[in-house]
């Protein structure tokens, strides 16, 4: 009894064959050609060789399947007829319809393309990964590579001969013409075996009759063999390279230019005869760039083509179930998963898993995937569509990267997996895919589609979307709100955003944080009032999710919720927390709304409490977005060394004329005019005009600074710059306040004169009358100075 349990599971262990790995292979029919992909695993040694009508690929991996069974829903059997695998691991052996010509390369993604066009009988074709695709090519292929090694070694032998006898020649001195030696150089692409009589030795017989050779010795020259070695390895590693590019599609032979004759031609390296007049002329060469952008070498046919788009038929959730009950479809389904054994029946878990996705239930149809084994058909785009129905996140590399160009149902499925509308994405196909969905699945997913077009600024896509949405007749639609926000957002309309964000806090879904910061957000950049209650909502909230995705947001809103109410002190102190958790970069975003509240709303006490500590300490990432706001009030209220000091942090930004401007006023603040004059050199306009003439002034420099204060029409001023610098020709008479007192000051310089050739007596009476003139005079001119509000000066 134990020898017959032992044998049984041994022939158990026997008959369980390893897991196998499926590759999948597509179809697509061309003009000219038939193309079939097919996804080949990381690092995988590939050759396909080709003898008639049968074509044989063979890869290193043991476990490997051939799945073909979907190639001819999409081609004819004209070209490719019929598929042979023996088992796992086998060669893929293809039958072909026709004469046919394969072409072969694999993309940087790894996909193994093979195009089968129409070509002339009787040729070959070998490929792979590591060798050299120039098999020989029989009958009237063309040109005929013979590299085995017999070949090679008459190769290396006629060479190292040829050269003895040329060194042997011109050691003994004699007058023997040298062979006509042709060897390939290193950079031709040419190589290629001499025939059995090659041109070489008719050459060297055609000298042994012109001369008589001595006896020499003919022992081969070392340092010529070395040479020649060296060739043979630059030739060898020459065929590898031309071999992998070829591969990679880079580099593809054309035969032009090759005799229709039935007898083979041989290339002799040696020799001129037979050889084409271009070595280049058979290669066809196309840089990485082109590969990867996709203009491969012949393939003009189909460069409209967007290949290795998922088709809309794997994606059709929609047609994945129909309008009887849940339970009606999914009861027969789970009925039918297990079959004898207790095996999985991998045709109804596949249908359970779609039916489970129709119906919105992402785990559950992940569930019934994870049962199935890896490698399974399909079983990784399905899983990526029930990850994405639950809300969640896909690796940069899922199954639809890159794919929101493509027509049909995956520019929908790699929008939403991506995040965002691209610039390329293919809108109408996402918004009739959006169409197509059942009710459950449009009110699920719509709204999604609706803010991401709101984001891109695409306003009719969004709108586009929301009516799809409405059209669905369900009142209670999640993330509804968000959505008609975002395009709220979008057309302008802030009372309708703030609305909407409004009611989705109030219904307190797990939307409402990203709602209510929204609205704080929102009430930051319209300088909205706060409703005071929301600052301590926001605080709850973040002690929820304190740990989570939303916590560093959640902690930076609050900052500006506490400032957006007055509540400046406690605002910091959250600051300090931030700074804490989430570090220096989250310190300086908060930064900004904190210090603009500050300077625009905060009282004169508590904006120096925090704006001259600011001004210090400071770092220039933290000081540039505020730095020009807080220096302006500074400077009002009279802090000119701290406003400098903000200034100061922005030495590094592109050059400004606010800024410079108020430098300068920082700088005569602080009685530095030298200072004032050098930052506003350049500089024109009537601020700076009237910055440089109070620099002027400071200095002494009053004539100066009268003819800039004219220039801005302060003639008042300039002509109090003109008295005093006693240029009084400058000043206007009767003009302002000072061009009286200018009239009064030449008055006086005409009557202090004393009077001449006069008589003692009127002598006397003159200068008691200019005397009294005078008096008055400067009375005069005493009350109008005390008038000038500068006058105590």
């Known amino acids: 009894m134990i020898r017959q349990a032992i044998a049984f599971l041994v022939t158990m262990m026997v008959a369980i064959p390893a897991q196998a790995e499926t590759i999948v292979a597509r179809s697509g029919e061309h003009d000219g050609f038939s193309r079939l992909v097919m996804r080949l695993p990381d690092k995988t040694n590939w050759s396909l060789t080709q003898s008639g009508t049968t074509a044989t690929l ?16 999409f081609i004819p059997r004209t070209r490719l007829q019929s598929f042979q695998q023996n088992g796992a691991g086998a060669p893929l052996r293809i039958q072909l319809g026709c004469e046919c010509e394969l072409k072969s390369y694999v993309q940087k993604d790894g996909y193994l393309v093979i195009d089968v066009r129409d070509g002339k009988p009787g040729q070959t074709y070998s490929s792979s990964s590591g060798v050299l695709p120039l098999g020989s090519l029989a009958g009237a292929s063309g040109y005929r590579f013979d590299l085995t090694p017999g070949r090679i070694e008459q190769s290396r032998t006629e060479l190292n001969l040829a050269a003895a006898l040329a060194s042997r020649a011109a050691i003994v001195g004699h007058s023997l013409r040298e062979p006509q030696v042709q060897v390939a150089p290193e950079p031709q692409p040419v190589v290629t075996l001499p025939d059995p009589v090659t041109p070489l030795q008719t050459q060297v017989a055609l000298d042994q009759e012109e001369a008589t050779l001595p006896d020499v010795n003919l022992l081969l020259d070392l340092d010529e063999t070395a040479r020649a070695a060296a060739v043979n390895a630059s030739e060898h590693r020459l065929l590898q390279q031309i071999g992998r590019a070829t591969n990679q ?144 996140s896909l690796p940069i590399t899922h199954p639809f990267a890159g794919q929101q160009g493509c027509d049909g149902d995956v520019a929908f499925w790699a929008a939403i997996a991506d995040g965002a509308i691209k610039s390329n994405a293919n809108a109408e196909a996402i918004q009739q895919t959006l169409a197509r969905m059942p009710v459950h699945l449009r009110v699920h997913l719509g709204p999604k589609i609706s803010t991401m077009f709101s984001e891109k600024g695409d306003e009719h896509m969004a709108a586009s979307a929301l009516r799809s949405i409405d059209r669905s007749g369900v009142e209670e639609i999640p993330d509804i709100n968000l959505a008609q926000a975002a395009f709220a957002d979008l057309t302008g309309d802030t009372e309708t955003m703030a609305d909407e964000l409004k009611e989705e806090v109030a219904e307190r879904t797990e939307n409402a944080p990203r709602a209510l910061m929204d609205l704080i957000t929102l009430s930051f950049e319209e300088r909205k009032a706060l409703s005071p209650d929301l600052p301590d909502l926001i605080a709850s909230y973040e002690l929820e999710s304190r740990d989570g995705e939303l916590g560093a947001e959640l902690r930076l809103t609050e900052v500006m919720a506490l400032a957006l109410t007055g509540q400046f002190q406690t605002a910091f102190e959250a600051l300090e927390n931030l700074s804490e958790q989430d570090g220096p970069i989250a310190r300086v975003t908060a930064m900004e709304p904190l210090m603009t509240l500050l300077t625009e709303r905060a009282d004169d006490v508590t904006f120096l409490k925090y704006a001259l500590i600011f001004a210090e300490q400071a770092t220039p990432k933290e000081a540039t ?57 350049g500089l024109d306009g009537a601020e700076a005009n009237k910055l440089r003439a109070e620099a002027l002034w400071r200095n002494g420099e009053f004539d100066r600074a009268g003819e800039y204060l004219m220039v801005e029409q302060e003639t008042d001023a300039a002509a109090r710059g003109f008295w005093h610098s006693e240029n009084l020709d400058a000043i206007e008479p009767g003009e302002g306040q000072f061009g009286q007192v200018a009239e009064v000051t030449a008055q006086l310089d005409v009557q202090v004169q004393e009077p001449a050739e006069m008589t003692p007596l009127a002598h006397a009476r003159a200068l008691v009358e200019s005397s009294v003139g005078t008096r008055d005079s400067i009375e005069a001119l005493l009350r109008g100075v005390a008038r000038d509000p500068e006058s105590s000066n």
């Open 625 to 681: 977005p505020v730095a020009e706001m807080m220096t302006r009030r500074l400077l009002d209220l009279g802090f000119s060394e701290q406003a400098q000091s903000l200034l100061v942090k922005l030495a590094l930004e592109p050059a400004d004329e606010t800024r410079r401007l108020m430098m300068a006023e920082a700088a005569l603040g602080m009685d530095l005019p030298h200072r004032a004059l050098v930052e506003l050199m």
């Open 58 to 73: 063979k890869i290193d991996r043991p476990e490997a399947v051939f799945d073909t069974a979907q190639v001819f829903n």
């Open 249 to 392: 599609g880079l580099l593809d032979l054309v035969m032009t230019e090759v005799s229709d004759e039935q007898v083979p031609t041989m290339v002799a390296p040696l020799g001129i005869q037979d050889r084409p007049l271009n070595p280049l002329d058979h290669l066809s060469v196309t840089t990485a760039v082109d590969r990867d952008m996709g203009l491969m070498p012949l393939h003009d046919q189909g460069a409209d083509e967007k290949l290795h788009c998922t088709r809309t038929k794997d994606l059709a959730v929609y047609n994945w179930g129909n309008e009887l009950p849940f339970a009606d479809q999914i009861g027969p389904l789970r009925s039918e998963l297990f079959k004898e054994f207790d095996e999985i029946d991998l045709g109804a878990a596949i249908s359970l898993a779609k039916t489970y996705l129709y119906f919105g239930f992402g785990a559950e149809a992940r569930i019934v995937l994870a049962m199935l084994p890896p490698g399974a058909a399909n079983t990784e785009v399905l899983t990526a569509l029930a990850v994405l129905q639950d809300g969640g």
